[in-house]
């Protein structure tokens, strides 16, 4: 499994377009922004958080599709789905590829960003951390959605009619926290919550996910 | 006698078919007795004016919006355990009935919105909510669309609407957390002595009762259709084979 997710992020990296084209668009979108709302600091500092979680959860979104297309057309997900290992495995192993090649160099990014739309710096620290605990999330419930669309010529447009819905959840409670967390609230909940989100989607989708792409090499 | 005879696809349709004109007929008497008595002998509410009156419409399709994904979620949940086509193909055939009774709740909502609240839209949990349901029902339709294979397309839709319960489930409350609302509480239930005042309760419950039987009505019709249209594909298939 290890291998497979060594595997994973070595495609991703080294195969043009996937990598690298996440955050370039989240950087695009954060950049985009000011020039549709104009160059005010204090509203661009008023909606950075929503704008800053939005992005990247639509970068997310971009580099889902190629978790397991790749693999299907070539003929190694029908070898990975026949290995000696569960596919569940597989499946958790992929998501954590995507998750490592794309929700972590957001993460990463995202204080620089959180920058130019001149986001009070007590926030670089949530920030991050709701950042760092959400974006699993979305790459779990992603994988599952390529999952349900692996077979489909052109999937990507219905994959992100399927996933998006399932990210209102970890959207809400992600800038929430980081809201109440910038205003110097209590986070606490919120935080947990998204928290709770995550875990519970790790613990339980690669399964589901596993079955569903069962279901499409049949 | 047992429920899972109708699993087989001809004694659904000899049965439905005779069932069928009983509950179209049912509905509009229903729906046509809750409407005039509704709209023209219930007095107007205090602070309401006529728009009141909506509520004959809004509530009853807000609560087949909901119940509507329900009944998809039992249907899939006896396709994946019994492998039943009736029951999936019946799921198909409910999701757009459910996605445009949320559609009136969501229209009806805003037109009297307008008057009352003074907006069409506010981003109250509730509104949020059904507007995320439109999502998941649309979702759930366009991939039932994108596949051919009847079987897989079946599994797939089922495992979808499962995942998107429990999802749907925690929106609601992750939207009742984001903000607070403008919408009232329940105006009916069934253990709390909450209820809108007598004279709006039994036409609303007629109401209530008609939009059901319209659904049952629609949803028998619509799952014949897919059950010929399922059998005529059987028959050109058999044709191209020959």
């Known amino acids: 499994m290890i291998a497979i997710l060594i595997r994973d992020m070595r495609l991703a990296m080294r195969a043009g377009g996937g990598f690298g084209l996440g955050l370039a668009f989240f950087l695009i979108v954060v950049v985009l922004v000011p020039f549709g709302v104009g160059p005010q600091s204090a509203i661009l500092a008023e909606i950075a958080p929503g704008i800053l979680w939005v992005g990247a959860l639509l970068a997310c979104l971009l580099s889902l599709d190629r978790i397991f297309a790749l693999d299907f057309e070539d003929g190694s997900l029908d070898l990975l789905a026949t290995a000696p290992i569960p596919l569940e495995g597989v499946v958790a192993m992929k998501a954590l590829a995507h998750w490592l090649t794309t929700g972590l160099p957001l993460t990463i990014a995202a204080p620089f960003l959180a920058v130019l739309l001149h986001m009070p710096q007590n926030g670089f620290v949530w920030l991050v951390i709701t950042l760092a605990t959400g974006t699993p999330a979305l790459s779990f419930i992603g994988t599952f959605g390529a999952a349900l669309t692996v077979g489909l010529k052109r999937g990507g447009l219905l994959l992100s009619l399927l996933v998006l819905p399932l990210y209102v959840p970890t959207l809400i409670f992600g800038a929430e926290a980081l809201h109440r967390g910038m205003a110097g609230l209590d986070a606490t909940t919120p935080l947990l919550m998204l928290a709770g989100i995550t875990t519970g989607v790790i613990a339980l989708l690669p399964f589901v996910a596993a079955a569903t792409i069962r279901i499409n090499l049949r | ?242």
């Open chain 2, 1 to 242: 006698m047992s429920l899972w005879e109708y699993a087989n696809p001809r004694k659904f349709m000899q049965t439905s078919g005779a069932v069928l004109p009983w509950f179209a007929v049912l509905s509009i008497i229903f729906l046509s007795t809750g409407m005039i008595w509704g709209f023209s002998f219930t007095p107007e509410a205090e602070n309401f004016g006529s728009s009141v009156k909506i509520m004959y419409v809004h509530v009853p399709a807000a609560l087949m919006a909901i119940n509507i994904w329900v009944m998809m979620l039992v249907t899939s949940l006896v396709w994946l355990v019994r492998r039943h086509h009736v029951s999936v193909l019946a799921a198909r055939a409910a999701a757009p009935i459910g996605l445009v009774m949320t559609l009136i709740a969501l229209f009806t909502g805003a037109i009297w919105g307008q008057p009352m609240w003074g907006t069409y839209w506010a981003w109250d949990p509730r509104l949020t909510a059904f507007l995320i349901l439109l999502m998941f029902y649309l979702g759930y339709i366009a991939l039932w669309q994108a596949i051919d294979d009847p079987e897989t397309v079946a599994d797939l839709t089922s495992v979808l609407c499962m995942v998107g319960s429990v999802f749907a489930l925690l929106s609601r409350y992750a939207v009742n957390f984001w903000n607070q609302g403008l919408h009232q509480g329940a105006s009916l239930s069934l253990d709390k002595e909450e209820h809108v005042a007598d004279v709006y309760y039994w036409p609303l419950l007629i109401s209530m009762a008609g939009f059901v039987l319209l659904f049952i009505t629609l949803v028998l019709i619509r799952t014949r259709t897919e059950i010929r249209a399922r059998r005529l594909a059987a028959l050109m298939a058999r044709e191209r084979n020959q």
